[in-house]
């Protein structure tokens, strides 16, 4: 059947053996070069007089012997960035595509492999051997795009993925890089034409000199969770994972960058427990559920009564708050339902509260009521009007 096929294919047209071994590619596991030699080799002792014809190599229909130039095209291949692992790609024109299928479909091959396939593991074999980095299916440093016929390469760097955690030390700091409202970034009169809201982001503190030491071209932050402005991200500090996009450099001493970090930042943010993650961890940090203990000041005087109240109703306790006000220009309406599990007051400070909940809930808006939008609140328990005036995290449990 095969040597059927294949004779029919080379009296129509000229292939080279890795094509034509290809055509057969799925059957066995040699390499397609080696199995059209086989083929070829067959044919010509059976159908000697017909040698001339299924001898021709040159000029491939197919490939244009593409496949004797892949050690010029790895000759050209010399990234001037790090790393360790690498994929390839090829961009194939898309009449040596139509002409595979064509021949699939004329001789009926249903072996055929792709000459895709074929130039990606060659190519890849050989940049493996040439530049002594691993080949990568998945999570690779970068993709190598190759395309063979313009002698064009395209590196794609992925990005590096930090993770660790941040504790903020000051209020008036957004965690992340906030734009400015009317300008959206530009620059205009309002925003002192820096293009942001405000000065300095969490995000901004940390970011800085990752950028300088990786050479990176631009950052995402991703926390899990986020504190308001004027709230203190203390105790055990939030996760977070910093994306480093197109990294020139992949090897960092991360235990010294997190300690110039912190030196340059005193007062303000302090980082810890940096390591190496994959990109799955944003999603991780994003999805699991945290449990989370606030200090929070109020601006009124409890009594002994008040706080006995609070305490004993407020345990494990369901809470449905709608979108806060506040908010309300920048998320969607929803009720959400977050459980409070203790209160704790003070026995020396009668206008502070210790809060242990559910990680998402609005916690002003449990003191204040936000308008009856959240149910139960501490001011309505009360029947009177409570403020928060001061908030800190103080812990942040991941896993419950
Ligand atoms: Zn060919
Ligand atoms: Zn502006």
């Known amino acids: ?31 397609n070069e080696r199995r059209g030699k086989v083929i070829r080799n067959l044919l010509i002792s059976l159908f000697p007089e017909q040698s001339s014809i299924l001898n021709q190599e040159k000029s ?37 595509i139509k002409k595979e299928d064509i021949l699939k479909e004329k001789y009926d091959l249903q072996y055929q492999e792709g ?12 940049i493996g051997l040439k530049l002594k980095k691993e080949f990568k299916r998945e999570k690779e440093d970068v993709t190598i795009i190759i395309h063979p016929y313009k002698s064009k390469i395209e590196y794609f760097i992925n990005p590096l993925f930090i993770y660790g955690r941040y504790n903020k030390l000051v209020r008036g700091i957004p965690q992340t890089k906030w734009l400015c409202r009317k300008c959206k970034g530009k620059g205009c009169s309002k925003c002192n034409h820096t293009g942001k809201m405000y000065d300095e982001s969490v995000q ?15 950052s995402a932050f991703h926390g899990a969770g986020r504190e308001d402005i004027d709230v203190l991200m203390l105790g055990n500090g939030r996760p977070f994972v910093l994306e480093i996009k197109s990294p020139q450099i992949r090897h960092i001493d991360l235990k010294k960058l997190e ?11 302090i980082i810890s427990g940096l390591c190496y993650a994959e990109k799955d961890m ?25 706080k006995e109240k609070i305490e004993e109703f407020f345990s494990n306790r369901d809470i449905y708050q709608e979108t806060p006000n506040r908010v309300m220009h920048r998320r969607v309406d929803k009720t959400r339902i977050r459980k409070v599990y203790k209160v704790l007051t003070s026995k020396e400070n009668c206008s502070s509260l210790e809060i242990y909940c559910d990680g ?11 308008e009856a939008r959240t149910n139960p609140s501490i001011a309505e328990l009360l029947g009177k009007n409570v403020k928060c005036v001061l908030l800190n995290v103080i812990s942040i449990e991941e896993k419950v």
């Open 204 to 218: 901004e503190l940390i970011t800085e000199l990752f950028l300088n030491e990786t050479r990176g071209t631009d």
């Open 115 to 126: 000459i895709k396939q074929e130039l990606n593991r060659e190519l890849g074999k050989k």
């Open 360 to 370: 998402g809930l609005y916690i002003k808006e449990l003191i204040s009521g936000d």
């Open 1 to 31: 059947m095969i040597l059927k096929a294949s004779k029919e294919i080379l009296t129509d047209n000229v292939l080279s053996n890795h094509c034509l071994g290809r055509q057969f590619g799925k059957i066995s596991t040699s390499t």
């Open 259 to 269: 300690h110039e970090i912190n030196n340059k930042n005193k007062g303000k943010i």
């Open 282 to 306: 944003v999603e991780k940090i994003k999805n699991t559920l945290m449990r989370k203990t606030y200090f929070a000041e109020i601006d009124i005087s409890l009594n002994e009564d008040e």
């Open 60 to 96: 491939c229909f197919l490939c244009d012997n593409i496949f004797d130039k892949t050690d010029e095209i790895v000759k050209n291949i010399s990234p001037n960035f790090e790393f360790n692992t690498f994929h390839v790609g090829t961009k194939i024109p898309d009449e040596i």
